[in-house]
């Protein structure tokens, strides 16, 4: 990391809150007006984690509306404000999370989020409660199947949950789609933005647009949305082309073309205790490129360079549709009852590599969730919640060469109950318990596969009964304590399995899933201007999932801990400052001998991560933000896939935003210092194929209008 990189880190972390001091003894003597409220997406210019009171919100992601100041547990929300604020810097979820969420790896800066994870686990993500992620071929691009533009909030769930089951035994990101607006009947919004790289303008230029529609005519409302993003070359910091794909064949974001539309209706009726609703939608992202990626050498230091030429038969990217309906009753046999029904149907298709099929995933779900929330009296003065219901999933999953023959499909049924307790103790605390028990089957048809075995197919059945105890107490009007213990439970990722074995038959595989039990203690205080979270976590499992350096799947007890922090300071009604701090390790037992022999690998555990932003607003149409994240050193002791040592480096992004005529210019800079590095993933793995650099400085600029 460069001299001037670790000065600004200090400078936001650290030194900034006492030069902050003087500016506001400074602003305490003038007559400073607090900011107003603009509309829509021009609605605020401060910190959104300032600007709303995050106790008043609500989570949905713990199947109960749950306002967040009775959570019992680690749960992140990264608000509309903030994901406007992020893709104004860079259009990527997973790199909006990587800065934004504590307990979340830094971005893979690709289409991919292998190697990224939640608490050193794969996490589940879902668009409005529809599982996206494909666990029965796990392809690891669940963050790139929305555009940013279509998002409402981004609730992350920190550690394993079975609140939703079917994979989410790191943590949880269920992405929140855009809100009809509901106090006119007609609004519109544009939106226009272009970027290019200071090192290399004229193939870099790229834009992107989205138009919407919104509004609420008597009991009825509606949203359309349409993205369209059209992408350029990707250089780093010397002004070098980065290869289209910067892992290899995992996916990225140089020459593509993507469009998003996003269509919600909603009807209220029954005085509103009734209420039906619709979403539609459909992404789509395409790589048409001429270049591809040469040959490195990581122990020289030696980066894989971008060459001319497209080896590949079709061109890589993904598309996804969802069609969800959703009926809530909130007064039905005593009992508030929401109903969703839903289709997804998913496509991720990969690069070719030299010597290998070109391949891609699909997946098509359809499934149900129902959830009761239901009061119960138990005497005067005495009274519990219940939540409680029914999920249901069947995934049809294959995994078929583009340019080959060779074709694994597998289909999958899994049906899940569960229940829960919510109990009020006083007005110290709520206590929260539950279980859950999950069941799946699993059908494998004879095959055979890349290793050249004929696998003789088997239906294989599986199933788990989770536990979650967990409790929040109020120390003070302003302080909480929570922790507790919950459950995830997860299946192996069998297409690769199949891919991978040289078993001959697929009952071998009996055994492929897992269950993680998670602990945590934590504190979080709001004070106003104030607010700010500290929790420690530790998960174990005794058949945890990674790779050996071949990349075939290894399953062994394993065990990882760690500590979280994040925090938000208002100095000034004109400033604000704030970060999070992530620290883990995990080790795993390769023998299976009760001794925990290595790390856990770069793919799994990232090293130190510390974000932190100084925000300014001189004026009610003009505000300012500059941020920065620092990844650190780990040489983990490991044999294992990504157990190569990662070097830190500091990454300095400067945001802006102006009220010009009836619209808002925003500026983004992302890579301010044009920091010259590798990002964690590409570092850990270190190939002579994804030995890439990051980006380096590039410039956005976005102009948005309400009509």
Partial sequence: MSLVGRWIVVCVLVVAPYGLLMAQEKGSAEDVQAPETPQDDSETSQDDAQDTALRDLVVTSTRAETPVSELTRSVSIVTREQVRKQSTIDRNLSDILGKTVPGFSPSTEGLTNFGQTVRGRNFLVLIDGIPISTPLRDGQRDLNTIDPDAVERIEVVRGGTAAFGFGATGGLVNIITREPVQDV???????????????????????????????????????????????????????????????????????????????????????????????????????????????????????????????????????????????????????????????????????????????????????????????????????????????????????????????????????????????????????????????????????????????????????????????????????????????????????????????????????????????????????GDVRGSLAGFYSESDNGTTFDPNLRIVQQPEHIWGVEADGDYRFHEQWGIGGTATWMQGRIDLDNDGDYDEDLPGTRIPPLKLTGYLEYQPFEWWNNRLQAMYSGTRSPDSSLYGNQPVEDYVLVDLYASFKVGRGELRLGVENLLNEDYYPVLNQATAASYNYTRGSGRTLSFVYSVNW
Avoid: C
């Fill in 185 to 527: 009947p007609f609004e519109g919004y544009s939106q226009v933005g272009l970027n290019f790289s200071s090192e290399h303008p004229d193939d870099s230029l790229s834009w992107h647009t989205t138009q919407r529609v919104s509004g609420k005519l008597d009991a009825f409302d509606y949203l359309v949305s349409g993205t369209f993003v059209d992408r350029n070359n990707y250089f780093d910091s010397e002004g070098d082309r980065i290869p289209p794909d910067p892992h290899g064949v995992q996916g990225g974001f140089a020459d593509t073309e993507e469009f998003n539309i996003l269509g919600k209706f909603g009807l209220d009726f029954d005085q509103d205790r009734q209420r039906v609703e619709l979403l539609v939608n459909h992404f789509d992202i395409r790589q048409d490129t001429d270049w591809t990626f040469g040959t490195g050498d990581p122990s020289t230091g030696q980066k894989t360079p971008a060459v001319g030429g497209n080896p590949n038969e079709k061109d890589p990217g993904n598309a996804n549709t969802l069609i969800s309906g959703r009926y809530t009753h909130k007064d039905i046999l005593d009992s508030r009852l929401e109903l969703q029904a839903y289709y997804g149907d998913f496509t991720a298709r990969y690069s070719k590599f030299p010597g290998f099929d070109q391949t891609e995933i699909r997946s098509e779900k359809v499934g149900t969730r129902l959830t009761m929330n239901t009061p119960i009296m138990l005497g005067e003065g005495l009274s519990l919640t219940g939540i409680w219901g029914i999920d249901f999933l069947h995934d049809d999953t294959v995994q078929e060469s583009v340019d080959g023959s060779a074709t694994i499909p597998l289909s999958q049924d899994a049906v899940a109950g569960f229940g829960e307790l919510e109990l009020p103790v006083g007005e110290i605390g709520m206590i929260r318990g539950g279980v859950r028990h999950e069941a799946f089957w699993l059908s494998v048809p004879d095959v055979t596969n890349r290793q050249n075995v004929d696998v003789e197919g088997a239906d294989l059945s599986f199933g788990a009964t989770l536990f979650n105890a967990t409790a929040v107490g109020y120390v003070n009007d302003n302080v909480e304590v929570f922790g507790g213990f919950s459950q995830g439970f997860s299946v192996a990722d069998f297409g690769r399995a199949v891919s991978d074995t040289t078993q001959t038959q697929a009952s071998a595989l009996q055994n492929g899933f897992q269950t993680v039990d998670n602990y945590e203690i934590g504190i979080r205080g709001d004070w």
